[in-house]
Every structure is written in C-alpha cells, then in structure tokens.
C-alpha cells in the first residue's frame, strides 16, 4: 500500500510554519528526531502534508527549499549545503512520486546518502496514474501507509516486511 497524495494534499491544510519552526529548534537542542526529505519541489503540498503528519510523530524534516541559506540558483554551494544536510540528520527519506523519478537532483541525493551509510527510508505514494516507489522498497525500509484493526495511519516496514510499527521516534 503506498501513502495517497490526495491524503497528503488535504493534511497540508494542517501544516503550520510556526509550529514547523518550534520542531526545527527542538530538534537542534536534541529533542526530536531529524530526517533530510528528498523530494522534488513540485511536490511542495505533498511535503507540506508530511511535515503534518511527521510533526504529529516528532520528527522533524528538513526541507532544502525552507533553508534561507540556499543560493537562489542552484550550484556547487547547494551541492555542498545538501551534502553536509544529509550528514547532519539522523535519517534520509525519499519522497517517491512522479516528480521526485523525473528529477535530475533526487537519484544525487539518495545516491549520496547511500554511499554515505545513512539510514534511507523510501515513501512510496500513490496518485490516479500510478504507485511510485516500488523500484527502491526491496532495498530500503520505508514509510507507509498501515492499518490495525481500527487505526490507521504513517508506519515503518523493515525493507521487504509485510509487519511494521507505528511512526514514532523510536520506530525509525
């Protein structure tokens, strides 16, 4: 099962940029969990939805285009800047849907990641074209979508498990 987008789009209603301010401080004085979110930027309302829900859990994500020390256009600087972002955090997630396969910077990223042994989880997501993700979901652990008896919600499934955990600080 894959996240929809259209769950994502409508829990970016939720999203808060002050309260996505207060994580990012918590998470610099070790309160909350951080995760580099690899994503293309034409998903901005699906990563404004995952904010949302990562929020609810306490993780904190870092999102390039929210870092004011970005250069505009991108170069050797945000390359750089990307590197030392995804070193710093405690996970690397990887935003699967149509935009993230057609960009040129996701495949450096999770690339990257990769060679660097960070801890990579993918979240695969659905739209009325098709499921993206699935490429990846025998390699790494992922995010998903679960449900047990009435609850439903964000999941972690070990790379190839049908069984996770709830989202949680200490699920990842």
Not at 152 to 162: I, N
């Amino acid at each position: 099962m894959a996240i929809s987008q259209s769950i994502l789009s409508q829990k970016s209603a939720a999203y808060k940029e002050t309260l996505h301010e207060n994580m990012q401080k918590s998470a610099s004085l070790g309160k909350a969990k951080s995760a580099f979110l690899c994503h293309s930027h034409k998903d901005e309302t699906l990563v404004k939805g995952l904010i949302a829900l990562f929020q609810e859990a306490g993780i904190d994500l870092y999102i390039d285009w929210k870092d004011h020390s970005m250069p505009e256009t991108p170069n050797a600087e945000t390359a750089k800047k990307i590197q030392d972002a995804i070193m710093t955090r405690d996970l690397f997630l990887f935003l699967a849907t149509a935009n993230s396969k057609a960009s040129r910077w996701c495949p450096w990223e999770i690339g990257y990641a990769d060679s660097s042994r960070r801890r990579i989880f993918i979240l695969p997501t659905s739209d009325g074209a098709g499921t993206y993700g699935n490429e990846y979901l025998q390699l790494y652990a992922k995010v998903d979508m679960g449900s047990y008896d009435s609850r439903s919600g964000l999941a972690v499934f070990k790379a190839g498990a049908t069984n996770g955990e709830w989202l949680s600080t200490t699920s990842l």
